[in-house]
T-cell receptor, first 114, second 116 residues
Framework: GAVVSQHPSWVICKSGTSVKIECRSL??????MFWYRQFPKQSLMLMAT?????????EQGVEKDKFLINHASLTLSTLTVTSAHPEDSSFYIC??????????FGSGTRLTVV | AQKITQTQPGMFVQEKEAVTLDCTYD???????LFWYKQPSSGEMIFLIY??????QNATEGRYSLNFQKARKSANLVISASQLGDSAMYFC?????????????FGPGTSLSVIP
């Protein structure tokens, strides 16, 4: 089946530093990648939609200068959390649609900012 | 306005019994898709079942079935013969439209606990 590989699985960083999260579609081309954030005991909230070769579309309330998204190829999308702060600590997960019915998710990244 | 509603924050079910997880949605689109995902404590999102708005029959995938009532805008998940491994968060989700650009939004989730 279609697989989205997400790295790293977890990361701890110091406040003020930047962290990059990668999502790769392994056996299909992902024209579009969706990035979600999930706080403990809450649902997935869509942050942005990245499209290969064009600018990402951000949801209302999401700072595009803080959450930089790059979708340079049909198999790779990255999310960079810039100048991370403790309130950015969360579970970040990407998703792509390999076929007409289902969406495939990455395994997620647990970010802890200390 | 919330588009996906799951009114059961937590549910308990006895092992081997069936359980229904409720989901209602709101959309003005004619073409949309409804999904159920399972999220165990590891965090991975596991696809369970899909129902298209034009599908005439209720979707079934093994022990999972979706009770789709279009007029009532409900898409309840039925899990038959519950197993201990079914304990997890369950999310109902909806895609409006039918292209790969169409985003999916999630409901608040239901935490299911299966009791031995």
């Amino acid at each position: 089946g279609a697989v989205v590989s997400q790295h790293p699985s977890w990361v701890i960083c110091k406040s003020g530093t930047s962290v990059k999260i990668e999502c790769r579609s392994l056996d299909f081309q992902a024209t579009t990648m969706f990035w979600y954030r999930q706080f403990p005991k809450q649902s997935l909230m869509l942050m942005a939609t990245s499209n290969e070769g064009s600018k990402a579309t951000y949801e209302q309330g999401v700072e595009k200068d803080k959450f930089l998204i790059n979708h340079a190829s049909l198999t790779l999308s990255t999310l960079t959390v810039t100048s991370a702060h403790p309130e950015d600590s969360s579970f970040y997960i990407c998703s792509a649609r390999p076929g007409p019915r289902g969406y495939t998710f990455g395994s997620g990244t647990r970010l802890t900012v200390v | 306005a919330q588009k996906i509603t799951q009114t059961q924050p937590g549910m308990f079910v006895q092992e081997k019994e069936a359980v229904t997880l409720d989901c209602t949605y709101d959309t003005s689109d004619q073409s949309y898709g409804l999904f159920w995902y399972k999220q165990p404590s590891s965090g991975e999102m596991i696809f369970l079942i899909y129902q298209g708005s034009y599908d005439e029959q209720n979707a079934t995938e093994g022990r999972y079935s979706l009770n789709f009532q279009k007029a009532r805008k409900s898409a309840n998940l039925v899990i038959s013969a519950s197993q201990l491994g079914d304990s997890a968060m369950y999310f109902c989700a909806m895609r409006e439209g039918k292209t790969s650009y169409d985003k999916v939004i999630f409901g608040p989730g239901t935490s299911l606990s299966v009791i031995p």
